[in-house]
């Protein structure tokens, strides 16, 4: 999938300092470009290793379709498929770890082994009902 994306350097207890501000920003390079959003805003995570003081690689990225300029090619990119767990959350971000929590506890006890790339899609988002909100969470594996 083709995406448009932010990239940045950060920890698990910054990662408030990117919601709704990064992506408000990738939209705006949407509609200026003329591109088309063809799915959820998702965001990457490159050597997250569940602690809160491990600086890791955070990408926010949006799902486009059209001409892409080739001066902002540094801001897209192609995501190849991968090998990953999916689980879909229902509820507040903060109970998100619980849901990692069981995730790894599932591939402990089937031998599956996490290739250090996580992403979440946010499916549905709903600030003032958090208990509303969908998340897609996916665990690379090898």
Known sequence: MAVLFSAHQTTLGELKNYA????????KYVADLDLLI??????FYYGMD???????????????QGRIPTTLL???K??????????RHEGP?????????????????NGLKPNGFHAEAFL??????????ITEIQIGLF
């Open 78 to 87: 192609q995501m190849p498929a991968f090998k990953c767990l999916c689980s």
């Open 74 to 76: 540094p801001i897209f």
């Open 38 to 43: 063809c799915g959820p805003q998702y965001w």
């Open 93 to 109: 971000w903060e109970e998100l770890r619980k849901e990692y929590d069981r995730m790894f506890k599932y591939m402990e006890e």
């Open 20 to 27: 709704g501000t990064t992506v408000r920003d990738l939209y």
């Open 124 to 133: 549905h988002i709903d600030l003032a009902a958090p208990a509303d909100q």
């Open 50 to 64: 569940g602690r809160p003081e491990t600086r890791f690689r955070l990408e926010v990225a949006l799902p486009v």
